[in-house]
């Protein structure tokens, strides 16, 4: 029996063991006969041979040098010190009651609430000052220019200006005291008219106002650094039903736009905008663009608005590749929406047919029968 077994034990070995363990003792006697082999280890045993392990010498590994700490400044956290960190949830924040006493910028004795609604009214008084005399200013200049200008409309001759003053106002009259020669109002027209981009499935908020540049760049002005999208939409199509044309915003109030646009923040500045917007669209000649250069630039459109311009009024979105997540998402859409209309046109003009259009034939001589044949025509 092999590796010293016996009956009883080699009989509780599986088939596999038992032929491995034969093959095992055919091995090593072949070793023994070639002196390649001394020590036999029981396979069977579940510790492995130690022989190489043992042969090993102890390898001792070299001690770090210690890192030498820097020297103590004095200051220790509390978490090192022990001390047990404060509880800061139980304090309360505790308001001025309403009796207590304030100043006034007079001197005079007033309660905190009334002190607090007063500054508030001061600043809001403040901002709508601001705003209304730089209002009066434009306003100013804007008479000015227009001074001496009649606004009779019955002349078949101004039909294109005709058109303009229904579309956007008188205030487009402004336009006629620039030059002593006569106004193309047809250009004038036609520069402000839109080339509305096609909607896209993202159902942006400029998508909305594309077919008016006026009203597209008011929008833009408006809904920048708000992130809430039922507040910029109330807000702007409530402005636009009070103020339709560039013409009504230039005759607005600052009090009666601040209650409007009030929710979007920043007041003093986008209600600049709308006037700067609002002017440079009626006075500008002779044809209306946006950019960001001198001559093109409008207070408050920055390179979002001027991107948006050119996207969703002058339908340029698939050549451009604006920095705005939104507008280079829609760029994209365009460029895919464009290609497959490209495809489309090009699949229906190949398969169109010309009307009464006689099929081509060639000529053939056919064998009818035996001995007889014909010259036919054959449709290719």
Same mark, same amino acid.
């Given at each position: 029996?092999?590796?010293?077994?016996?009956?009883?034990?080699?009989?509780?070995?599986?088939?596999?063991?038992?032929?491995?363990?034969?093959?095992?003792?055919?091995?090593?006697?072949?070793?023994?006969?070639?002196?390649?082999?001394?020590?036999?280890?029981?396979?069977?045993?579940?510790?492995?041979?130690?022989?190489?392990?043992?042969?090993?010498?102890?390898?001792?590994?070299?001690?770090?040098?210690?890192?030498?700490?820097?020297?103590?400044?004095?200051?220790?956290?509390?978490?090192?010190?022990?001390?047990?960190?404060?509880?800061?949830?139980?304090?309360?924040?505790?308001?001025?009651?309403?009796?207590?006493?304030?100043?006034?910028?007079?001197?005079?004795?007033?309660?905190?609430?009334?002190?607090?609604?007063?500054?508030?009214?001061?600043?809001?008084?403040?901002?709508?000052?601001?705003?209304?005399?730089?209002?009066?200013?434009?306003?100013?200049?804007?008479?000015?220019?227009?001074?001496?200008?009649?606004?009779?409309?019955?002349?078949?001759?101004?039909?294109?200006?005709?058109?303009?003053?229904?579309?956007?106002?008188?205030?487009?009259?402004?336009?006629?005291?620039?030059?002593?020669?006569?106004?193309?109002?047809?250009?004038?027209?036609?520069?402000?008219?839109?080339?509305?981009?096609?909607?896209?499935?993202?159902?942006?908020?400029?998508?909305?106002?594309?077919?008016?540049?006026?009203?597209?760049?008011?929008?833009?002005?408006?809904?920048?650094?708000?992130? &809430?999208?039922?507040?910029?939409?109330?807000?702007?199509?409530?402005?636009?039903?009070?103020?339709?044309?560039?013409?009504?915003?230039?005759?607005?109030?600052?009090?009666?736009?601040? &209650?409007?646009?009030?929710?979007?923040?920043?007041?003093?500045?986008?209600?600049?905008?709308?006037?700067?917007?609002?002017?440079?669209?009626?006075?500008?000649?002779?044809?209306?663009?946006?950019?960001?250069?001198?001559?093109?630039?409008?207070?408050?459109?920055?390179?979002?608005?001027?991107?948006?311009?050119?996207?969703?009024?002058?339908?340029?979105?698939?050549?451009?590749?604006?920095?705005?997540?939104?507008?280079?998402?829609?760029?994209?859409?365009?460029?895919?929406?464009?290609?497959?209309?490209?495809?489309?046109?090009?699949?229906?003009?190949?398969?169109?047919?010309?009307?009464?259009?006689?099929?081509?034939?060639?000529?053939?001589?056919?064998?009818?029968?035996?001995?007889?044949?014909?010259?036919?025509?054959?449709?290719?």
């Amino acid at each position: 029996m092999p590796f010293n077994l016996t009956d009883a034990e080699y009989a509780q070995l599986s088939e596999y063991e038992q032929k491995r363990l034969a093959n095992i003792a055919r091995n090593t006697s072949v070793l023994k006969k070639l002196g390649l082999k001394k020590i036999q280890p029981n396979p069977l045993s579940s510790t492995p041979s130690s022989s190489k392990s043992s042969a090993r010498s102890p390898v001792t590994r070299k001690k770090r040098a210690a890192i030498a700490k820097p020297a103590s400044t004095g200051r220790r956290s509390k978490r090192l010190k022990g001390v047990k960190p404060v509880d800061y949830t139980s304090e309360k924040v505790v308001l001025p009651a309403a009796e207590t006493v304030c100043k006034n910028e007079h001197g005079e004795p007033v309660s905190y609430q009334e002190r607090q609604a007063q500054v508030k009214k001061e600043t809001t008084e403040s901002t709508l000052a601001k705003s209304l005399a730089w209002l009066q200013e434009s306003r100013a200049q804007f008479i000015e220019e227009m001074g001496g200008v009649k606004l009779e409309v019955s002349d078949e001759a101004h039909m294109w200006r005709h058109r303009a003053i229904q579309r956007w106002g008188t205030g487009v009259c402004v336009v006629e005291n620039h030059d002593e020669q006569s106004v193309d109002w047809e250009q004038y027209v036609l520069s402000r008219m839109s080339t509305p981009s096609p909607e896209s499935p993202m159902g942006l908020l400029q998508e909305r106002y594309a077919s008016c540049p006026w009203r597209l760049l008011i929008a833009c002005c408006l809904m920048s650094r708000v992130s &809430s999208a039922s507040v910029k939409e109330k807000a702007i199509s409530t402005f636009f039903s009070a103020y339709a044309t560039p013409t009504d915003a230039m005759n607005a109030e600052p009090e009666d736009v601040l &209650s409007i646009i009030a929710p979007l923040g920043l007041f003093e500045n986008r209600f600049k905008s709308i006037i700067s917007i609002s002017q440079q669209f009626l006075s500008m000649h002779p044809t209306f663009e946006v950019g960001m250069t001198k001559e093109l630039k409008i207070y408050g459109c920055g390179q979002f608005t001027v991107d948006s311009f050119y996207i969703f009024a002058r339908d340029q979105g698939g050549s451009m590749m604006p920095g705005d997540k939104n507008l280079a998402a829609y760029c994209r859409w365009r460029r895919t929406a464009s290609k497959r209309e490209d495809d489309d046109s090009s699949s229906a003009s190949r398969s169109r047919k010309e009307p009464n259009a006689q099929p081509m034939t060639v000529k053939s001589e056919v064998q009818l029968c035996v001995g007889t044949s014909a010259v036919v025509e054959i449709p290719i």
